[in-house]
């Protein structure tokens, strides 16, 4: 009896065993995943393209009856896929199957290489990409990478027997990943949490299984083509720099500023002179072609370029994607109009500005917000009386005659406003003479004509007076100006002294 409960007791705990280790990876235990033969990609990020990386192994691989079999990429060099358009036609004339995954969209790459593999007779049933990243967690050695490259560099490059069988190493590589997933169950917790992880993220992209990865009509995407720059692609910092502006409400700027460092040192062959160039792509609603810019940069040097966007319209979303295997640093600055304020967003606010510094990694990453209707009134921050040659050289010329009448004194109010405003055909500037340095002369002045400066947020007010009154105060009232949100200023009374002479 004893007995019996102790083998009741082992069952249970593998029972357990094998739930917690399934859990992450439930997906793959269905009876076609199991029995279907898988078409497996090694993808190299360190030579970067839209769907994840060069194609450095090729493999078929079936769970039961288990069935592995992988060869290099340069194995299938003899089939091509017809002419290479840009950018692709920079390095051949013609597409290897290595060269399909030219998509930031994963389904349509997969699709691509499943037509590629259909026609050389390759019968499989899903396409799985696997990254050097995740593979290099499953093995457990963050330097295989670095490893692996100098043995297949290592060659005697006119020996030809060798140089065709350089490749075989990583064909090896990924064999060996695939043994060592299913043989070593005492790994299989951490290795089916990182595959669950890598299959969400799209390091480990399995079709119909892994979740879309591909950039949205509303989202700038960054994309790096590595274009015979060798390994170095994992020695370049890539940063993305967007600051968004709203000159008006619903007229916007957009400034993107993309650039790249080489931080390697010159060591072949992993870090050496990269060439190759970013492809951006704009949201659909700007109206904007895609771009793709050449570089070339050695260990060291650094590259940029600026875009500026002026799109119109209701804005309250724009996504930044990288796509699978690339990494951007991406800083997010945006501005609000005057005296708006956030209703709500996803990153940091105060008053009228939104901030986000971070990573985006095969992900998109949105920036999403409401504004608050802007009900501030515009009021009065500084109100000058000027002589004339304290007023700007254009309304000298405008007014210059103005000032040389003999029979009424012409002046000049300056008014600052909060922000800036709108003069509405109900405008009205009325003056008071308030009496107080010289009580026994009432002299109110007579507006003449507003001018919008500095923006629209200044005005320069001409008005007339029959009579000087060194020091003397009054007080100026303005009507029907009002902000872009159509809150008008108040009636409040400002005080202009006459210190100009």
């Not at 947020?457 to 029959?466: H, K, M, N, R």
Request: hydrophobic content about 40%; some cysteine; glycine content about 6%.
């Amino acid at each position: 009896m004893k007995l019996v409960k102790k083998w009741y007791l082992w069952i249970g705990l593998l029972v357990l065993f094998f739930g917690i280790c399934a859990w992450p990876i439930r997906w793959a235990f269905t009876p076609n995943f199991l029995t279907q033969t898988h078409l497996v990609l090694l993808t190299n990020e360190a030579e970067a393209r839209p769907c994840g990386g060069f194609v450095t192994a090729i493999g078929e691989v079936r769970i039961f009856p288990l069935k592995i079999t992988l060869r290099n990429a340069y194995a299938l060099a003899e089939k091509s896929f017809g002419t290479a358009q840009p950018p692709l036609n920079k390095v051949a004339p013609s597409v290897k199957f290595w060269d399909l995954g030219t998509s930031p969209d994963v389904a349509v790459c997969a699709d691509f290489f499943h037509g590629g593999a259909k026609m050389m007779g390759i019968k499989h049933s899903r396409v799985i990409f696997i990254s050097n990243k995740i593979a290099e967690k499953i093995i457990d050695d963050p330097n295989f990478f670095a490893d692996m490259t100098r043995t297949v560099a290592n060659v005697d490059r006119h020996d030809e027997q060798m140089l065709a069988e350089r490749k075989s190493p990583l064909a090896d590589f990924g064999k060996k990943i695939v043994l060592k997933t299913i043989f070593t169950p005492w790994n299989w917790p951490r290795l089916t949490r990182e595959i669950g992880k890598a299959v969400q993220s799209g390091e480990l992209y399995i079709s119909g299984i892994s979740p879309d990865l591909k950039p949205g009509a509303s989202d700038i995407a960054a994309i790096e083509w590595n274009l015979g720059g060798g390994k170095s692609s994992r020695f370049l910092e890539r940063n993305l720099d967007i600051s968004i502006r709203e000159l008006r409400p619903q007229h916007w700027q957009v400034i993107v500023n993309t650039r790249l460092d080489h931080l390697g040192q010159q060591d072949e062959p992993l870090s050496q002179l990269w060439k190759g160039g970013v492809e951006m792509r704009w949201p659909d609603a700007w109206g904007a072609p895609d771009e793709f810019v050449d570089i070339a940069l050695a260990p060291g040097e650094k590259w940029n370029q600026e875009w500026i966007f002026e799109p119109h319209g209701t804005l309250q979303h724009v996504g930044v994607f990288a796509p699978r295997g690339q990494k951007w640093n991406v800083d997010w600055r945006l501005s609000l109009f005057g005296q708006e304020t956030f209703e709500e967003s996803n990153f940091e606010t105060h008053e009228n500005i939104g901030l986000w510094n971070g990573t985006v990694r095969t992900d998109r990453r949105d920036f999403n917000w409401k504004e608050k209707e802007d009900t501030t009134k515009p009021f009065v921050t500084l109100h000058e009386w000027l002589s004339m040659n304290q007023i700007p050289k254009e309304a000298q010329e405008r007014w210059g005659k103005n000032f040389l009448q003999s029979s009424a004194r012409f002046s000049v109010a300056e008014i600052h406003f909060s922000e800036p405003v709108i003069v509405t055909k109900n405008m009205k500037v009325v003056f008071r003479d308030k009496n107080f340095e010289n009580k026994e002369i009432t002299n109110d002045p007579r507006f003449d004509e507003l001018l919008l400066w500095n923006g629209e947020q200044t005005a320069l007010i001409g008005f007339w007076q029959e009579s000087v009154q060194p020091n003397e105060r009054f007080s100026i009232r303005l009507e029907g100006i009002t902000d872009a949100a159509g809150n008008e200023i108040s009636e409040k009374e400002y005080t202009i002294i006459d210190r100009t002479e």
